[in-house]
């Protein structure tokens, strides 16, 4: 299960005054939370940031020593365990502080003691660690069972990926939230427990149809190596001929010449020789392989920070946007009412019915215009998603005015349906963006950084999200009085009918718009390297080698 699944308490964000005295909480002391300072956008921001971050220890690990597969089984138990502790914490009432009616002022309430909140800081900790570094395994190694010429394939893959991914959305939202509602917290942490361990023995059953790519050491060190030999030689002159530059191993006969880009040229001169010396030390002399890496890496950053304002509207949509649905009217009938936290499922709603679609109808008939293996490259896939982002905050914005003036003016709170739009916007635009940033990633990556290169898809998350808390308190700082705060900002009293939610919408989808441009840019700037035109296409020589084993037909010289 996902950790999303932890923080749909702290995902309401700030109490409002008809709300306060029933949804009562205690900070990590046990004591009151004052909806000030406790809760909310931020504390959930921290939350999620958090673990998406340590997606990037994932990919490390899986690149560098363990193996994708590896990796998603040690950390799978890892987050396993977690859940297994939370659920024991939860069921157990020595584990945590006795109940306590905090409405009753007189009564002192017992705060947690020292191996109560180890046991719960322990427990968290394992789910976060275990559910990071998992996630950017599942793609990578599923997307490893391709060979690179098989692109259709692998194509389609990403799809079916995020279809699971949605599916899976849509179940700890809806059902899994009935069962911690209906049956308790601990019935619900065992059941994710549960679920996970079902996960991990799947993975498990399939270990002898795997296609395992070995771990090749430290990803860091041949980068430092890199800038360490190109400050070094910053004197040298790069030779016009790259031909000239130091070439990977004589013994790897197997392996197609690599392409050459004249971008980051100061890199190449970490491949120059250094005359009269026949052997130099790995810091001093690197391959064109070594800076190609690099070079990579340093081209990709761009099209990564694009997709940091896309998450930070993603965040507003799992705090304020569910916020706002708890100042609307929850009621389908007299007797049923939506949970304002379930409002994240609709998007999943429709995209297990989307992702469909687009694999099946879509995508055959933009390969046939396009003659695109995935219907449409990555980066147009992308920039679809963040061009659409844009119109779910204006969607957000309109409605949150709507609301705010019919509550002020005519004492009316119109349904929670009026807030479907800007879920179903975002949905679609997450299905182009993430998807293609992740296709992007793992095609345009070197074998030896493809877990870490998918993780930074996570790591943009985790960069939204704290862009999110960062832009909050700065828009409540620019807009109060002079600073001075003798007058609130938009978004500085915790009650949406006093805030100016929609304004700062109006905000997000203009920083929003300006991305989209922005994206323009940089995209065109990638796609003008002559090797990443081609790079998706390469054939990778460790897979050719692979499967002349059998054939000998395949064992061929590589073309100059």
């Not at 998603?72 to 945590?96: D, T």
């Not at 950017?136 to 490893?144: K, T």
């Not at 917290?185 to 059941?191: A, C, E, I, L, P």
């Amino acid at each position: 299960m996902d950790i999303h699944d932890l923080s749909e308490e702290a995902k309401r964000g700030p109490y409002t005054s008809e709300e306060s005295s029933d949804d009562l909480c205690v900070d990590s002391r046990g004591r009151p939370c004052r909806p000030s300072k406790h809760g909310g956008p931020r504390a959930a921001l921290f939350v999620l940031g958090t673990v998406f971050l340590l997606s990037l220890l994932g990919g490390f690990l899986s690149d560098s020593y363990l193996g994708s597969f590896r990796t998603m089984v040690v950390f799978g138990v890892v987050e396993i365990s977690g859940f297994i502790l939370l659920s024991v914490q939860a069921h157990l009432p020595a584990l945590r502080p006795p109940e306590c009616n905090m409405k009753n002022t007189k009564i002192h309430c017992i705060e947690a003691n020292g191996y109560q909140a180890a046991t719960l800081y322990a427990s968290l900790s394992l789910v976060a660690l275990g559910s990071g570094c998992l996630k950017p395994n599942i793609i990578s190694h599923g997307a490893d069972q391709f060979q690179r010429k098989e692109m259709r394939k692998l194509s389609s893959f990403f799809n079916a990926a995020y279809f699971s991914f949605s599916m899976g959305q849509l179940i700890a939202l809806t059902l899994l939230v009935w069962v911690q509602t209906h049956s308790g917290m601990d019935v619900g942490f065992g059941v994710s427990a549960a679920v996970m361990a079902a996960g991990v023995i799947s993975l498990v059953a399939g270990t002898n149809f795997y296609r395992n790519k070995p771990p090749r050491g430290s990803i860091f060190t041949p980068i430092a190596q890199v800038f360490v030999a190109a400050i070094t030689k910053r004197k040298q002159i790069c030779p016009s001929n790259p031909n000239m530059l130091h070439q990977p191993s004589t013994d790897l006969v197997h392996v197609k010449p690599l392409l050459h880009t004249n971008k980051f040229r100061f890199l190449d001169k970490a491949c120059i020789k250094t005359q009269g010396k026949a052997m130099e030390s790995p810091w001093r002399l690197c391959t064109i392989e070594q800076v190609r890496q690099v070079k990579i890496l340093l081209s990709v950053i761009p099209i990564f920070a694009c997709t940091i304002i896309f998450n930070t509207i993603l965040a507003q949509l799992q705090t304020f946007s569910v916020q706002q649905g708890s100042s609307m009217n929850t009621h389908i009938t007299k007797t049923f009412q939506i949970p304002p936290a379930s409002l994240q499922a609709i998007p999943y709603m429709i995209l297990i019915f989307v992702v469909p679609l687009y694999e099946t109808f879509f995508v055959p008939l933009a390969r046939k215009l396009t003659g695109k293996d995935s219907g449409i490259s990555p980066l147009q896939r992308i920039g679809t998603g963040l061009f659409l982002a844009s119109f779910s905050m204006i969607a957000a914005a309109l409605v949150e005015k709507k609301r705010r003036e019919a509550f002020l003016e005519q004492n009316i709170t119109v349904s929670i349906f009026w807030i479907a739009p800007q879920f179903l916007i975002f949905g679609l635009s997450e299905m182009f963006t993430a998807v293609g940033l992740v296709e992007f990633f793992y095609k345009q990556s070197s074998q030896s950084m493809q877990s870490f290169l998918t993780a930074m898809t996570y790591c943009s998350y985790s960069f939204g999200f704290y862009l999110s808390s960062v832009l909050v308190s700065t828009v409540n700082r620019v807009t109060s009085s002079n600073g001075s705060g003798t007058r609130v900002g938009w978004l500085g009293d915790n009650d949406l009918n006093k805030d100016r939610l929609d304004l700062f919408y109006w905000l997000l989808a203009s920083l929003s718009f300006v991305n989209f441009f922005n994206y323009l840019f940089w995209s065109r700037w990638y796609s003008c390297d002559p090797s990443a035109t081609h790079r998706s296409a390469e054939v990778n020589s460790l897979e050719d080698l692979e499967d002349g084993e059998n054939n000998d037909s395949t064992k061929e010289k590589p073309r100059i």
